[in-house]
């Protein structure tokens, strides 16, 4: 039996590696010269700008668990701190205390009480929730926004300088796009001390663990594929220059580009690609002197306070290898908004309209105005799924009744597998998945 894993991010690596481990010849196909997808690096002059995801965190188990696996060395960073800015001001974001809590000065005290009761009261109440696998919340969670039920539990200030914030922080959309369960799973964890959100680094950056991974598989690199049509009980792939018959595939590509190359294909899975809605985003590079923005890891921007960038990362913590010259990078994430606006404009256009609007939010970095300068961007239209209620609702649909028909299979993290290690479970499972499909065949 052979199986195709189509697309070499996360997933689709996961994915290979896992079958290959259970003794299933395996070989994945990459559009790109490189692996990894939104782990993915770039080096430039001297300095490594991570072009997606920019950290791991402790809580991610599969994923650095893989790490182990294929020897890339982690380090947890120097403590650091996150701010979020409200009036032009950086205040103190941290939930892992009840003193953290408190030193949110972000939020009046009346709002810190409430956020602190309403934590208590999900960690008793949702106990089972898992952020990474979306698909375990219960219903009845996946009925309203999360914006209008935090505004309505905790309050405008939180929904507007907490959770607004931090859902266009990691996933570039607001929070009115996102439904109550995926922020009950996310924050009932970030309270929870048996999951470590501390920030984690991997030794040669964000691609080590792609490029290990891929290492110890096929994958063929530049290597699109054109066209995914059923064939004779199997599945052919067909890339420039040649067909191949696989007896299973499994499809780790966006959703745009997965519907793109299929031709024909189950309704179920057509239906779940048509119907996902991603939130793009523009990731925006800077050169800076390493020294400007102390230690500070990540600045989370409101909506409410700017409506071009949702937050930015100061690069310099992660070592010395990440500097060059008494320089470093601060790495810039847009909102939605912005990112669809100036998707199709010049570099430079792009360039000079996010330098204008970080220098007006952060003062060190005006203090520094004339050493800010632009280093590298990476566009994605289809950065992070939107965990809406249909959405998470619909992928639990499919996984139960549509997962593996006509041995064709789909993972990622559009399939309630949020981030880099949803993405990377959504893999495992996809694995699992077809490993049991096959052991089921006849002389098996």
Not at 69 to 92: D, F, K, M
Request: aromatic share 8%.
């Amino acid at each position: 039996m052979r199986v195709a894993v189509i697309g070499a991010g996360i997933a689709g690596l996961t994915c290979a590696w896992e079958l290959q481990k259970a003794g299933i010849p395996v070989q994945v196909f990459e559009r790109d010269s490189s692996v990894g997808g939104r782990m993915n690096t770039r080096t430039k002059d001297g300095l490594a700008f991570d072009v997606g995801a920019n950290f791991l965190i402790g809580a991610y188990r599969g994923v650095n668990a893989l790490a182990a696996e294929t020897g890339v060395s982690l380090r947890n960073a120097s403590p650091v701190t996150h701010v979020v800015y409200r009036g032009g001001r950086p205040c103190p974001m941290n939930f892992s205390s009840v003193r953290d809590i408190f030193r949110m000065d972000g939020l009046n005290l009346r709002s810190r009480f409430r956020f602190l009761a309403f934590l208590i009261k999900v960690r008793r109440a949702h106990t089972g929730l898992d952020f990474f696998e979306l698909g375990l919340s219960p219903d009845a969670l996946n009925q309203e926004d999360a914006y209008t039920f935090a505004r309505r539990e905790v309050g405008h200030e939180f929904a507007d300088y907490v959770l607004d914030s931090f859902n266009s922080c990691m996933m570039f959309s607001r929070s009115s796009e996102t439904s109550v369960a995926a922020f009950l799973s996310l924050f009932g964890m970030m309270a929870n001390a048996a999951f470590d959100f501390s920030v984690v680094y991997a030794d040669g950056d964000m691609r080590a663990i792609p490029e290990a991974l891929a290492d110890r598989l096929v994958v063929h690199r530049r290597c699109a594929v054109e066209a995914l049509a059923a064939h004779e009980g199997g599945w052919r792939v067909d890339t420039p220059g040649s067909s191949r018959v696989f007896d299973r595939v499994v499809v780790a590509a966006t959703p745009k580009a997965a519907l793109g190359m299929l031709d024909g294909g189950p309704r179920p899975h057509r239906r779940l690609l048509e119907q996902t809605r991603s939130a793009s985003t523009i990731n925006v590079s800077f050169r800076i002197p390493r020294k400007t923005l102390g230690h500070t890891h990540c600045f989370y921007v409101p909506y409410v306070e700017s409506p071009v960038i949702s937050e930015f990362t100061n690069e310099a913590l992660k070592g010395e290898h990440a500097t060059r010259g008494g320089m470093s990078l601060v790495n810039v994430g847009l909102h939605e908004e912005a990112a669809v606006e100036l998707m199709n404009e010049e570099d430079g256009k792009i360039f000079e309209v996010v330098k204008t609007e970080l220098l007006t939010i952060n003062a060190e970095l005006r203090a520094v105005a004339d050493q800010v300068r632009a280093h590298d961007l990476e566009r994605w239209p289809e950065a992070i799924p939107k965990y809406d209620c249909g959405q998470i609702a619909r992928v639990k649909e499919f996984l139960r009744d549509g997962q593996g028909q006509q041995g064709l299979y789909l993972c990622g993290d559009y399939l309630n597998g949020p981030w880099i290690e949803g993405a990377s479970r959504s893999g495992q499972k996809a694995a699992r998945q077809v490993v049991r499909d096959l052991a089921q065949l006849p002389g098996n």
